[in-house]
């Protein structure tokens, strides 16, 4: 069965530009969340979404936006970007109702802002 | 705030010695407390948990210790093997019923390597 699949790997962008980063999740599993990983700050929950709802928000700012569609297949979005929105970007999928902490990760999504 | 933290934020040792890695929590609501690794350029991968009435749980050359009462977490790996060198996160997680689906709590991480 393939694991979780984050498009795209690599990308740069600039600052003031916007991004989406695209996750498809384990099949089965109705249940997507975001994390934000980078070498200060560690790993950081971002949102997590069920059934195309937002079921759960971390504490970042309202330039980090997501949604899920009816496959289950997730985007999030980073508006105005800022040098500090260079990260790994990390989607992981699971159930959805079972909720033990085991998660699937998919490898990431590096963005970089120049 | 609620954080999950790490001793030692790095381990060496050698091929087939038995390695620990040590957590402090703080959160006490947590319901459940999970072991990751992530390997370079990979996501982290689940590797075992435990629910908050547990005190310890074995997997397949692991073992994972929870002390309610000093808030300490630690993995033991059996055997290490030069493919167990990673970063090891700890992590908690508050399970179903509250607003904590898919949302975890994670410590800074150990790296852990391992000499042939």
């Known amino acids: 069965k393939a694991g979780v699949t984050q498009t795209p790997r690599y990308l740069i962008k600039t600052r003031g530009q916007q991004v989406t980063l695209?996750?498809?999740?384990?099949?089965?599993?109705?249940?997507?969340?975001w994390y934000q990983q980078t070498p200060g700050?560690?790993?950081?929950?971002?949102?997590?979404?069920?059934?195309?709802?937002?079921?759960?928000?971390?504490?970042?700012?309202?330039?980090?936006?997501?949604r899920q569609f009816s496959n289950s297949r997730s985007e999030m979005n980073v508006?105005?970007?800022?040098l500090g929105d260079s990260?790994?970007?990390?989607?992981?999928?699971?159930?959805?109702?079972?909720?033990?902490?085991?998660?699937?990760?998919?490898?990431?999504?590096?963005?970089t802002v120049l | 705030g609620e954080s999950v933290g790490l001793h030692l934020p790095t381990l060496s040792v050698q091929e087939g010695d038995n390695?620990?890695?040590?957590?402090?929590?703080?959160?006490?609501?947590?319901?459940?407390?999970?072991?990751?690794?992530?390997?370079?350029?990979?996501?982290?991968?689940?590797?075992i948990d435990i629910r908050s009435n547990m005190d310890k749980r074995q997997g397949q050359r692991?073992?994972?210790?929870?002390?309610?009462t000093v808030k300490h977490l630690s993995l033991q790996i059996a055997a290490t093997q030069p493919?167990?060198?990673?970063?090891?996160?700890?992590?908690?997680?508050?399970?179903?019923g509250g607003t904590s689906y898919g949302k975890l709590t994670f410590g800074q991480g150990t790296i852990l390597t391992v000499h042939p």
Do not use: M
Request: hydrophobic share 30%; glycine share 12%; proline share 3%.
């Open chain 1, 79 to 82: 508006s105005t970007l800022e």
């Open chain 2, 62 to 68: 692991v073992t994972v210790l929870l002390n309610k």
């Open chain 1, 41 to 66: 700050q560690g790993l950081q929950f971002l949102f997590e979404y069920f059934s195309e709802t937002q079921r759960n928000k971390g504490n970042f700012p309202g330039r980090f936006s997501g």
């Open chain 2, 19 to 47: 390695s620990i890695i040590n957590c402090a929590y703080s959160n006490s609501a947590s319901d459940y407390f999970i072991w990751y690794k992530q390997e370079s350029g990979k996501g982290p991968q689940f590797i």
């Open chain 1, 22 to 33: 695209s996750c498809s999740p384990i099949s089965g599993h109705r249940s997507v969340s």
């Open chain 2, 83 to 96: 493919g167990d060198s990673a970063v090891y996160f700890c992590a908690e997680n508050r399970g179903a």
């Open chain 1, 87 to 111: 990260a790994l970007y990390l989607c992981a999928s699971s159930l959805g109702y079972r909720d033990t902490g085991e998660l699937f990760f998919g490898e990431g999504s590096r963005l």
